[in-house]
């Protein structure tokens, strides 16, 4: 437990220690303001919190760094000021000097900026400017380069770390020459919180495979888009159809909550644990015109594949739903054919284009033969996978 009046005690005869010389006069308000926040550091950080007030793992490594400033601490460039014949410039204002200087005389210079007195005061300046942004632009590309890397590394599911961002920063500074920069963990750390990037735990484990058949799909959609593109303005937009199939749990509990900090298991309450596991399955139709085809097909789980006589009594009749079932509440080609049969069918009467995803359930052309052969012949019947 701290006890803060322990705490001020000791700090009070540090104090007079180190400065013996100093003598209680009337408070400043500086003296106030400091105060204020020394109280605002104790009543929120002594406290209230959990964690160790000093760090002893923490390296400083501030000897090792030389004039690229940029590799400790991007924030602090603005402020730091540079020395020009005993005058002290912020890097913004020698920008603006610079800038200012393009376009007007060494007199005007001079009357905007009272502490340049002398043309050979401006071209350091400029000679500062030119070199200090040349070493920008290269961090910057070292910048780049890393959070591109970044990127390829993970659409290949590939794991990257804190020594790997490092390692991609120091290869590219050998490559652009640049003295001086090692891509400390400040750096990495100022990396990290521009470009978004935090350790986060892998959810899912994918084989090299996965990234290949993502491009093949990719290349198979750009393709698919193209022969529809080429192919509907043969039909009207209300003869254009898509249809595709939608899985519902019964019971769809929130998966995240609000917890105190360490526990350990988190558990939340459903009314049914069956209802979280099954699900049932709807399957719509629309057209290109924007109209939805009625009925809809929704397949129900029932464990034994039938709809019993007390099911049947208890489901809402209704004219625009066709109702089926089966045991895990998805569709089968079985379903399919029925759905094309019972609902497909009769919302049709003339010739059409079905757009149908690659679920080979429901792309085999056998299903819907027997159906249509009596509505169209076989050049009129288009079905894309998608």
């Known amino acids: 437990m701290i006890n803060v009046n322990n705490i001020l005690y000791m700090f009070n005869n540090l104090v007079r220690q180190k400065y013996p010389e100093l003598a209680q006069s009337e408070p400043s308000c500086k003296d106030h303001e400091l105060a204020d926040q020394l109280f605002l550091f104790f009543n929120h950080q002594l406290l209230n919190s959990t964690e160790p007030l000093v760090d002893h793992t923490v390296k ?84 780049d380069f890393v959070y591109a890397e970044f990127i390829r590394l993970r ?27 090692k891509a400390f963990h400040h750096w990495i750390f100022y990396f990290k919180r521009r470009h978004q990037i935090s350790s986060t735990k892998v959810t899912k484990l994918v084989t090299k495979n996965h990234s290949e058949d993502r491009d093949k799909i990719l290349k198979f959609a750009e393709n698919f888009v193209q022969t529809v ?73 029932e464990s034994t594949g039938k709809l019993g006589p007390p099911v049947k009594q208890s489901i809402y009749q209704a004219s625009n739903i066709h109702v089926s079932c089966s045991k895990s509440g998805k569709l089968t080609k079985t379903h399919i054919q029925y759905w094309a049969e019972n609902v497909l069918s009769p919302s ?25 052969i009596k509505k169209s012949l076989p050049l009129d019947r288009y079905f894309f996978r998608q």
Not at 67 to 86: F, Q, W
Not at 355 to 365: F, I, K, N
């Open 229 to 301: 593109r080429n192919t509907i303005s043969d039909y009207a937009a209300d003869h254009i159809l898509n249809s595709d199939q939608s899985s519902f749990n019964y019971d769809n509990p929130s998966t995240r909550t609000l917890a105190i900090s360490g526990e350990k298991i988190i558990r939340g309450h459903v009314k049914s644990m069956n209802a979280v596991t099954h699900s049932y399955t709807i399957m719509t139709i629309i057209r290109m015109a924007g109209e939805l085809i009625e009925p809809i097909f929704i397949c129900l789980q």
């Open 155 to 181: 659409r290949c599911c590939l794991p990257i770390h804190d020594l790997d961002l490092r390692r991609l920063a120091i290869e590219k500074t050998h490559d652009l020459n640049i003295v001086g920069f």
């Open 60 to 143: 400083l490594d501030f000897d090792e760094y030389d004039d690229c400033s940029a590799d400790y601490h991007e924030e602090d460039k603005n402020d730091a000021a540079s020395n020009v014949d005993g005058i002290k410039y912020p890097y913004d204002t020698m920008c603006a000097i610079v800038e200012y200087s393009k376009n007007h005389t060494f007199n005007s210079i001079n009357r905007r900026y009272k502490q340049i007195k002398y043309k050979e005061q401006l071209r350091r300046i400029k000679q500062y400017v030119n070199v200090e942004g040349t070493k920008i632009q290269k961090l910057q590309r070292v910048d």
């Open 348 to 372: 049709i009467s003339e010739d059409c284009l079905l757009l149908l995803d690659s679920w080979s359930g429901q792309t085999d052309p056998n299903i819907y033969d027997d159906i249509f």
